[in-house]
């Protein structure tokens, strides 16, 4: 009949297999997960080529000449002349008013619009 060494080697082989087999589909399903990334990169890749060639092909300089000339009337651009270029340093500092918001809780920025940030509190 069976001894307790055949019953112990029985379950030992029985857990090995489980063990081997459960290894085996965990690593059959990360496999598939890669794949399925490694798909979802290629086609991003795709993707982003397409882009370039589209942004290539819409910034070709003939192409916006060609518009520009088209909608000169609604654009009204001209060329930029020497003098309209400058430097940083020769722009003047615009001050923010902090002094305002002094008596304000977190300084006045709680009711402030993003808009008013950006301008200083220019209104376009």
Same mark, same amino acid.
């Given at each position: $009949?069976?001894?307790?060494?055949?019953?112990?080697? =029985? #379950?030992? $082989?029985? !857990?090995?297999?489980?063990?081997?087999?459960?290894? /085996?589909? *965990?690593?059959? #399903?990360?496999?598939? /997960?890669?794949?399925?990334?490694?798909?979802?990169?290629?086609?991003? &890749?795709?993707? =982003?080529?397409?882009? /370039?060639? @589209?942004? !290539?092909?819409?910034?070709?300089? #003939?192409?916006?000449?060609?518009? #520009?000339? +088209?909608?000169? !009337?609604?654009?009204?651009?001209?060329?930029?002349? +020497?003098?309209?270029?400058?430097?940083? @340093? &020769?722009? %003047?500092?615009?001050?923010?008013? =902090? &002094?305002?918001? +002094? @008596?304000? %809780?977190? *300084?006045? $920025?709680?009711?402030?619009?993003? &808009?008013?940030? =950006?301008? *200083? *509190?220019?209104?376009?």
């Amino acid at each position: $009949m069976f001894r307790t060494t055949d019953i112990v080697l =029985i #379950a030992v $082989m029985v !857990s090995a297999a489980a063990f081997t087999y459960t290894t /085996k589909h *965990g690593a059959e #399903a990360e496999l598939s /997960k890669l794949r399925r990334l490694e798909a979802a990169i290629r086609f991003e &890749e795709e993707t =982003i080529d397409v882009l /370039k060639a @589209d942004w !290539s092909l819409l910034t070709q300089p #003939a192409r916006l000449q060609r518009l #520009a000339e +088209a909608y000169q !009337s609604e654009l009204q651009l001209v060329p930029v002349e +020497a003098y309209q270029i400058g430097r940083i @340093d &020769e722009l %003047p500092v615009r001050p923010l008013p =902090i &002094e305002q918001f +002094a @008596d304000e %809780p977190l *300084g006045g $920025m709680a009711e402030t619009s993003i &808009e008013q940030i =950006i301008t *200083g *509190g220019v209104v376009q």
